[in-house]
């Protein structure tokens, strides 16, 4: 597996949506197949890289963007970023949980699927709406107000906080 890496600017760190974004699709082709422990697996692996990608923003990020963006733009609240990370977070843990009671016998599974598919709607509509405020607010205001070297060294961070994942990914 190959994690986005080259982060230039903040806004690059949106290169990191799409990542997950592709597994996320991946996992649904998987779920049409009926293929639910190679879905489980992705969404397993959605789950540490989301994980990471959170602490990252608000380990990193956020106090960065309180500290130097004044006054926070409207839409841009720190609250907002949290609350939508926690829903995020959730909705996964709950996909994981639903798929796992899933096997050849359960009844209706077609049907399942379909409610499932359902709720991955509302799920991909609050990452979208959560992407943009990032893409909006929290990374295009960093961008305009850290420097240099400061940028660059919190990107680098952030591509090694990525890497000692990858033994964690590989084990799954
Ligand atoms: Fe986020
Ligand atoms: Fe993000």
Redesign the pocket.
Known sequence: MKIPDNYHRFLD??K??VFIDRIFFQQQIDIMHKNFDAAIDKLKIIQILLDQ??RD?EELLLPLYTKFVSPIPLGGAVEFYIREHKQIVRYISDFIDKISMWDGNTKNIDLEIVRLFDTYYKFKHLVEH??TR?DTF??RYLDKMIEKKQKRDVLNLIVERQNRLLDQLNGI
Do not use: A, T
């Open positions: 760190l949106n990191f949506h990608h959170i923003e959560h992407d990032e929290l990374y």
